[in-house]
């Protein structure tokens, strides 16, 4: 698993960006992104990401 986050942009219009890599079961790696004003919601958007993107390729392989 990698994790990253930055954020864009500068003072109180500032939001933050996540970035994940993980793998799901050993399977191949998977990417999330989440960008929100608050790093924790912006975490979870990026893993929420991650782990819809990994469903996605398994019901294609099911197909």
Do not use: W
């Not at 998977?30 to 929100?36: A, E, L, M, Q, S």
């Not at 390729?57 to 197909?63: D, G």
């Amino acid at each position: 698993m990698d994790y990253n986050e930055h954020a864009i942009g500068a003072g109180t219009n500032a939001k933050a960006a996540a970035y994940i890599e993980l793998r799901v079961a050993g399977g191949r790696p998977v990417h999330g992104v989440g960008i929100d004003e608050n790093i924790t919601t912006a975490s979870f958007k990026a893993l929420f990401s991650a782990l819809n993107r990994s469903l996605s390729q398994q019901e294609a392989k099911a197909a």
